[in-house]
């Protein structure tokens, strides 16, 4: 399979043609899964290449991109698996206490329905889900578990979350005063994860076509995004787009350091017939523990007791990572090789002793010692995002190696 070698770089020009294509993939993006269920590098995973590739016409990364822009897919169901490798170590249930999630009926930390309570469990290892969508206002996402579902279900304004293993539910309503939902505040579906990727191109990106593939039964091309730059910890980006649709069927993200993907996200089946809308109908079962978004202001309600199901307490689709985080947050750099960085005006992280019991040995799992003109400090590290926190409590993370960091700290004083 011989990649295609009319456009194997972008020219100044062609860099302001795929902002402008990114543009309106932004615009005509569809969400088919409900938001809440992934980490910022986390999607709905892929399926392997059947064997043999398809002959399809020559096309440019331009055209490619201008494809999935003009998607109009709306209706879809399918099942996808999701494999995640950021080289984390075994949490051995220690997640729960990280994330604050709760564990179960009775926890009182919570309602392990709470699509953040799931985030943990998508952040390594591979799981097998079953998507539908029928529009912007009807998703469902079901995470299938070992003797128990997990279902997210949008439909108008509400989102339900329901774990069937603890009997629980997760109530939150859309803002309709200016459209987003909590589905909005994380990448779901492959298209997601490609239209954040395609946010990254710009004059320090390689775009071209590579080739053809056969995806869960479709007819594909492989767009492969890659940084130029050194010092990134991405070694590229694979789009597998459907040739005759445009949506992105399969997303890869390969680590610069090489081996198993980072994420590797796609579907192994899918049909673009309209789902029946029953698919979407969700009603608490009876006896069901249900907990409304803001619980501290909704009190929790059972299925069967009187009155509205409530409703959240303000958007639920504008909180971003700086709102209610750290202030003064700030970027270094740019494009893939870019750093955030910001002062907790804390004193930094302590070591695994001074932390002790299982927290303490996660953070020593993590973390290597690092030291410059900035100081001490230690860098926490993944196969994608590393961040160094120095001991006086600065902190600067991004997809880049130890080094970048460690010389973005230096720089900084």
Same mark, same amino acid.
């Given at each position: ?243 005759k649709t445009g949506l992105p069927l399969k997303f890869t993200l390969t680590p610069a350091s090489g081996g198993a993907a980072v994420v590797d996200a796609g579907f192994t089946q899918i049909s673009?017939?309209?789902? #029946?809308?029953? /698919?979407? &109908?969700?009603?608490?079962?009876? %006896? @069901? ?7 501290? !202001? +909704? ?87 590393? #961040?160094?926190? /120095?001991? &006086?409590?600065?902190?600067?993370? %991004? @997809? ?7 010389? !973005? +700290?230096?720089?900084?004083?």
């Open positions: 399979m011989a990649p295609y070698g009319s456009d194997d770089s972008t020219t100044a020009d062609e860099t302001d043609d795929l902002r402008a294509g990114r543009r309106r993939a932004a615009r005509y993006v569809v969400p088919v899964a409900v938001v809440g269920v992934a980490a910022a590098t986390i999607g709905l995973v892929p399926a392997l290449a059947d064997s043999g590739d398809p002959d399809l016409p020559k096309i440019s990364a331009q055209q490619l991109i201008e494809k999935i822009a003009a998607s109009d897919v709306e209706q879809l169901s399918g099942t996808v698996k999701i494999t995640t490798d950021l080289g984390l170590p075994d949490f051995g249930g220690l997640e729960n206490s990280l994330t604050g999630g709760g564990s179960g009926s009775g926890s009182g930390d919570g309602s392990s329905a709470d699509p953040t309570s799931k985030l943990t469990a998508l952040a390594t290892g591979t799981h097998t889900l079953r998507v539908a969508a029928d529009g912007e206002d009807k998703q469902k996402l079901s995470l299938l578990e070992n003797a128990a579902e997990y279902s997210l279900i949008h439909n108008g304004k509400d989102v339900w979350g329901y774990d069937s293993g603890s009997n629980e539910v997760f109530h939150a309503t859309a803002d309709d005063s200016d459209g987003k939902s909590k589905r909005e505040e994380v990448p779901a579906t492959p298209k997601d994860l490609t239209e954040d990727a395609l946010k990254a191109v710009d004059d320090t990106t390689s775009v071209t076509v590579e080739g053809t593939a056969h995806v869960a039964g479709r007819d594909a091309y492989r767009l492969v995004i890659k940084p130029k730059d050194s010092g990134s910890t991405v070694g590229q980006v694979t789009v597998a787009v459907d040739a673009y017939a309209k789902p #029946a809308a029953s /698919t979407f &109908d969700f009603t608490p079962p009876k %006896g @069901a523990k249900v907990t409304e978004e803001d619980a501290a !202001a +909704a009190p929790e309600r059972h299925s069967g007791d009187s009155g509205d199901s409530g409703h959240f307490g303000g958007s639920a689709g504008d909180e971003g990572f700086a709102k209610g985080g750290p202030d003064g947050l700030n970027v270094i750099g740019e494009g893939w090789t870019s750093i955030a960085t910001f002062d907790t005006g804390g004193q930094g992280i302590p070591s695994g002793a001074e932390a002790g019991g299982d927290f303490g040995g996660f953070l020593d799992s993590l973390g290597d010692k690092a030291s410059g003109k900035f100081g001490e400090g230690t860098v926490f590290k993944t196969r994608l995002i590393n #961040a160094l926190i /120095t001991d &006086d409590g600065k902190v600067y993370v %991004g @997809a880049v190696t130890k080094d970048a960091l460690v010389k !973005a +700290a230096n720089e900084a004083k």
